[in-house]
C-alpha cells in the first residue's frame, strides 16, 4: 500500500490517476495533512512507499521524513518528498535525512516515470510472471495500435472485405501511402512507375499489401516513440521475410501470421533504447536473439524486450498465437502459461522464430556478437527443431536456401 499525504489536490489527482492507470494493483491510501499523516504512519504497518508534499501551511514532509526515519518499523521505508522547495538548504537536509526521492513539482506524467515510477514497480503486489513484468515496464512509451490498422482490420474481417475502403483508409495516411509507393516502385517487382495506392495494391499482391501496411505502420509508431536505427529496421524485415519463407517451407498455413511474428518480434528494442540509455550494452545480444539477453533485461530492468513486444502486439489487437510465439522467442523451450486452442500453432511460429532469427545472424541482419555455430544452435533450441522436424543438415540447407530469398529485400525502410 502507498500513503500519499498532500493537500493540493491538483498533485494528489496526479498521482492517483497515474497509480491507477499503471499499477492497478496498489492500494492508495490519501491524508491531507501532515497531523492525519503521522497518525496513519503509527497506526498502519502496510505501508511500502510514502509519497508526501511539502507546503507552507498543511504538510511538513522534511518533518515527516525525519520522524520516519527515527522510527524503527519504517526506517528503511522508501520515502519521496514532492514539493516547490528549490533552495540548496532544503535539498541538503532531506538528503542527510536519507529521502528516496526529491522531487519538485510541477510534476508530470515524465517527471513520474523517471522519479517515482521505479519505486511503484517495487511495491506492486506480486501478480503472475508476466503481469509483474508488464507492469514493470509501464513507464516505456507503448505506442497505440494506429488507426489504420484498426479500420484495415475491421474491414478484412468482413466476409467480402472493400478494396475501395482499404484504399481510402491508406490514402488518409500520407506516411503509409508513401511508403507502399516507394516499395512498389522497387526494382524487385520491376513493374514500371507505380504513383497510385490503386497500382501499388496491384503491383504487391492483397497479402505482401497487407504485411507492408502493417510495416509501414509500425516503422512510424516506433520512429515515433522509440530509438530505433536503420539496422534495426532491416533486422525486422529481414526476419519477418525469412520467417515467412521457412513457413512456406514447414506450415504453409502460417505464411502471413509468421511474417507478423518476424517483423513485430523486437519492437519494444527501441523503446527500451530511448527509456534505458544503459541498454545499449545489451542491445546486440538482444537482436542476436541469444537467451542470455532476457535474463540480463530481466535482472537489470525488471521485464524484458520479448515480454514487451509481445505487450504491444497484444495492444495492437493480433492474434494470441503472434503473442506467445514473440513472448517466448528467447527461450529454449515453449511454455504457455493459459492453455489456448492457438497453442500449438504458436509453438509453431515460436520454432519458425528462433530458426529465422539464427538465419538472418548469419547472413549479418542482427548484430555484431559472434555467430552461433549451427551444431550449437541445434543443442540449445533443440525442441525447435523437432517441431519443424529438421536436424543440423535441414538446418543448413534451410540457411543456404533462404541467401536468395535475403538478397530480394527491399532498402524500403
Not at 64 to 75: D, E
Not at 147 to 171: D, H, V
Not at 242 to 247: F, G, Q, V
Amino acid at each position: 500500500m502507498v500513503l500519499l499525504i498532500t493537500h493540493s489536490m491538483a498533485l494528489q489527482k496526479a498521482l492517483e490517476t497515474y497509480i491507477k492507470k499503471n499499477y492497478p494493483t496498489i492500494e492508495i491510501d490519501t491524508v491531507h495533512n501532515d497531523i492525519d499523516g503521522t497518525k496513519k504512519i503509527a497506526s498502519d504497518n502496510t505501508y511500502k512507499l510514502i509519497l508526501s508534499d511539502w507546503d507552507l501551511d498543511f504538510v511538513n514532509g522534511y518533518e515527516l521524513l525525519v520522524n520516519v526515519r527515527n522510527s524503527q518499523k519504517y526506517k528503511d521505508l522508501p520515502f519521496v518528498i514532492i514539493t516547490d522547495k528549490r533552495d540548496k538548504e532544503s535539498i541538503l537536509s532531506c538528503i542527510k535525512a536519507s529521502v528516496t526521492a526529491y522531487v519538485m513539482q510541477p510534476i508530470d506524467t515524465e517527471v513520474i516515470d523517471q522519479k517515482i515510477a521505479p519505486l511503484l514497480v517495487k511495491v506492486a503486489p506480486k501478480g503472475t510472471d508476466t503481469q509483474q513484468k508488464q507492469a514493470a515496464a509501464k513507464p516505456i512509451d507503448i505506442p497505440p495500435c494506429p488507426a489504420i490498422i484498426i479500420e484495415l482490420y475491421k474491414e478484412l474481417k468482413k466476409p467480402t472485405p472493400s478494396f475501395a475502403t482499404i484504399i481510402g483508409n491508406i490514402k488518409k495516411d500520407i506516411y503509409v501511402t508513401a511508403t507502399l509507393i516507394k516499395l512498389a516502385n522497387s526494382p524487385i517487382y520491376g513493374m514500371g512507375k507505380v504513383d497510385t495506392v490503386e497500382r501499388a495494391l496491384q503491383v504487391l499482391g492483397l497479402k505482401n499489401f497487407n504485411n507492408k501496411i502493417l510495416a509501414s505502420a509500425l516503422h512510424k509508431s516506433i520512429k515515433d516513440s522509440g530509438a530505433a536505427t536503420d539496422g534495426f529496421w532491416k533486422h525486422s524485415v529481414a526476419t519477418a521475410t525469412t520467417c515467412s519463407y521457412i513457413a512456406g517451407k514447414k506450415s504453409p498455413g502460417h505464411v502471413d501470421a509468421a511474417y507478423l511474428v518476424g517483423l513485430f518480434h523486437d519492437c519494444a528494442i527501441p523503446l527500451f533504447l530511448k527509456r534505458h540509455a544503459s541498454y545499449e550494452e545489451i542491445v546486440n545480444l538482444s537482436l542476436a536473439g541469444f537467451i542470455e539477453a532476457a535474463a540480463y533485461e530481466n535482472k537489470q530492468y525488471q521485464t524484458n524486450h520479448a515480454e514487451m513486444s509481445a505487450f504491444i502486439v497484444k495492444t495492437w489487437g493480433m492474434p494470441h498465437m503472434i503473442y506467445e510465439a514473440i513472448r517466448h522467442h528467447h527461450c529454449r523451450d515453449f511454455k504457455p502459461q493459459v492453455d489456448s486452442s492457438s497453442n500449438p500453432e504458436a509453438k509453431k511460429l515460436w520454432a519458425i522464430l528462433v530458426l529465422a532469427e539464427h538465419i538472418c545472424h548469419y547472413y549479418g541482419y542482427s548484430s555484431v556478437v559472434p555467430l552461433m555455430p549451427d551444431a550449437d544452435f541445434a543443442k540449445v533450441f533443440e525442441k525447435a527443431l523437432i517441431e519443424l522436424n529438421m536436424d543440423v543438415i535441414d538446418l543448413k540447407d534451410m540457411k543456404e536456401d533462404a541467401d536468395t530469398v535475403l538478397k530480394t529485400i527491399s532498402d524500403s525502410f
